[in-house]
């Protein structure tokens, strides 16, 4: 007669294994973040933080389910050991593998425009921008806004961003209005859903134009770079308070498109090194629950100089400490603001998912994730690309606007080329790092910096800088279950 | 391992028995920043490595502390070859298993649904 089969529970001791059994590794890596303390991180971004020594017990099969209880629990729970050769939940890492790549799934879904590169400003770091009224020579031309609208509407993705960029992007508004007519005509034909994104300075912003970014759903994305003082050194517009026009900007945006529909970037320069306190509580001053600490700029100053750009990153990190210390004050004080790089990595390394913040993605996000169409017509692999050929390097130029397919641009020959350093998974240095889950891969930034694609990640202010912080994260979530909270409500956006 | 410093170079030996060739490459290749690294193989079984700073201000460099770095760090590297060795066929599983392109999966048969009897047909 067959076994009637029941629902209750086996007993515990089925699922015990004795001390003597064995135990199989599941690929992980590991790192020192303190001297005592050392993080173990698998395939898919999950991490434990140990006692130094812990990885060297695990591989050695010191670790057994007796003695180490709860490490052995956490060892099998999160797929860093596995008492079958092959584990039950396979498929379920495979999955969680699957869902860590997924931006790949659906391909470019970035398109900027640089639609002008007039503007009247005149900051200091920008390296691309021309102060002329000569529209023809500097704008996108109506023949490049449509060739480049047929190049997005090509992508895969069904869910498309497009990103008007400059110079002051709001200078050629009769350029946007026609370019996003004709996306949203497109885009009902080829069902697409379109993200419309507008960077500016928000100095040549008008009522008219305000009423036509609410009728279109336009997103607005502004500059400020700190207090009034720190701000207009670095973004100083002729005969004008810049500071005063972005404030009044971002206050009309705020009330006419609502304040999710408008956010500030912070560019860090040299100046706002030194000044890490006033800038966050500048963003806090203003309303901000969010403040971007970006990274410093490699383009423009020296290039391949490996001891100022070493300098400037020790400085960067620590001017990020700090501010990021003071962001968290701010937290523990009853106010919710995040910091977005470090959401950026958090969410990493606390979620499954993706995330789709191109400079930090392994394969890279250029190309795959984001692709440029200057105002003269030419194709690039990303924003940063576009600089390189403004100071006259072409290397990352993939293709021109009405001459160039679809096909050419994106299974081109340099973008093969590209193809073939864009995964850390397989640079030297990146292929064994702990921290690869969390990281990415960065072409155009190593070649800018060192030379070559491949880049040397022991001279590189890239490797340095996300280790660094990848590694304080951790320090800090490991240090403060306060901390680890607010970092995890930050994900969740919870206020 | 032996360790000699003679002007202003610090000179190993390290047992390729214990430390393969990939070992000693991923360990130097961190070294790169602060020392000029060169690499030799002194006989079937030995590496002769030597480390000289960069940086001119040789004085400023405490041997003692660098040799610490390096043993610890080749043990690191040599933990790290050892999960590679053992995980790779496992590796390769799971992202063969995530990039698989799945098509429309046969649905399941049996006599029932649920395998402790339960009938959905027969409720």
């Not at chain 1, 750009?309 to 001017?319: K, S, V």
């Not at chain 2, 002007?7 to 290749?29: A, M, P, Q, V, W």
């Amino acid at each position: 007669m067959k076994e009637r089969l029941t629902r209750k529970f086996l007993p515990p001791d089925i699922f015990k294994k004795s001390a003597g059994d064995t135990y199989y590794l599941l690929p992980f890596k590991f790192h020192r973040i303190t001297s005592k303390k050392e993080v173990l991180i698998n395939e898919v971004g999950d991490f434990l933080i140990v006692p130094v020594g812990t990885s060297a017990l695990i591989i050695e099969r010191k670790i057994n389910r007796e003695d180490h209880e709860e490490l052995y629990a956490d060892l099998i729970a999160n797929f860093f050991i596995s008492e079958q050769p092959i584990p039950a939940l396979a498929e379920v890492l495979a999955t969680r593998y699957r869902t860590k790549k997924s931006f790949l799934d659906y391909f470019t879904s970035l398109h900027i425009f640089v639609i002008t590169l007039r503007c009247e400003h005149t900051c200091h770091y920008c390296q691309v921008s021309r102060v002329t009224a000569d529209k023809s020579l500097y704008d996108m031309s109506k023949e490049h806004i449509d060739a480049g609208i047929q190049i997005m509407m090509q992508s895969p993705n069904p869910h498309l961003t497009m990103e008007f960029q400059g110079g002051e992007a709001l200078l050629a508004f009769e350029n946007i209005v026609y370019a996003v007519k004709r996306v949203q005509q497109e885009a009902l034909i080829r069902d697409k859903t379109v993200t419309f994104v507008i960077c500016t300075n928000l100095a040549p912003l008008t009522e008219d134009m305000l009423v036509y970014f609410k009728q279109n759903n336009i997103l607005i994305s502004t500059s400020l770079d700190g207090p009034e003082s720190i701000h207009n050194k670095n973004r100083h517009k002729p005969f004008d308070n810049s500071y005063q026009l972005t404030i009044d900007g971002i206050n009309k945006c705020r009330k006419e498109l609502g304040e999710e529909n408008i956010s500030a970037l912070l560019t860090t320069s040299t100046l706002s090194l030194q000044y890490p306190n006033e800038i966050v509580d500048e963003y806090v001053n203003q309303g901000f629950r969010n403040i971007f600490l970006r990274p410093i700029s490699p383009y423009g100053f020296a290039k391949h100089n490996e001891k100022k750009n070493g300098y400037e990153t020790a400085q960067f990190l620590d001017f990020y400490k700090k501010a990021l210390n003071r962001i968290l004050q701010h937290n523990l004080n009853g106010y919710f603001i995040r910091e977005d790089y470090a959401c950026i990595i958090l969410k990493k390394m606390i979620t499954p998912f993706p995330v789709g913040y191109v400079d930090l993605q392994s394969p890279a996000g250029l190309i795959n994730s984001v692709i440029v169409f200057n105002y003269d017509g030419k194709i690039y692999a990303s924003d940063e690309s576009r600089m390189l050929a403004e100071m006259n390097d072409f290397t990352f130029q993939l293709g021109t606007l009405g001459y160039s397919t679809y096909k050419d641009v994106f299974y081109g020959t340099k973008s093969i080329e590209i193809s073939e350093v864009f995964l850390n998974e397989a640079l030297p240095g990146c292929a064994d790092c702990a921290f690869q889950a969390y990281c990415g891969a960065d072409p155009v930034f190593n070649y800018a910096t060192q030379g070559d694609m491949w880049g040397h990640r022991p001279t590189s202010s890239f490797c340095q800088r996300n280790m660094e912080i990848i590694r304080y994260l951790i320090e800090l979530m490991d240090s403060d279950k306060k901390i680890e909270k607010i970092f995890r409500n930050w994900i969740t956006g919870k206020n | 391992m032996t360790f000699q410093i003679s002007d202003h170079f610090l000179h190993l030996t390290i047992d390729g028995r214990l430390y393969n060739e990939s070992i000693i490459y991923k360990c130097f290749y961190w070294y790169t920043r602060e020392f000029t690294v060169n690499i030799d193989l002194k006989n079937e079984t030995s590496y002769n490595i030597s480390l000289q700073p960069i940086s001119k201000r040789e004085s400023s460099y405490n041997w003692g502390e660098v040799i610490e770095r390096i043993k610890r760090d080749l043990i690191d590297f040599r933990l790290r070859d050892i999960i590679t060795k053992e995980t790779q066929t496992i590796k390769e599983l799971i992202v063969a298993k995530a990039f698989a392109y799945y098509d429309t999966e046969d649905p399941l048969t049996s006599d029932v649904s649920d395998r402790v009897g339960f009938d959905p047909e027969n409720v």
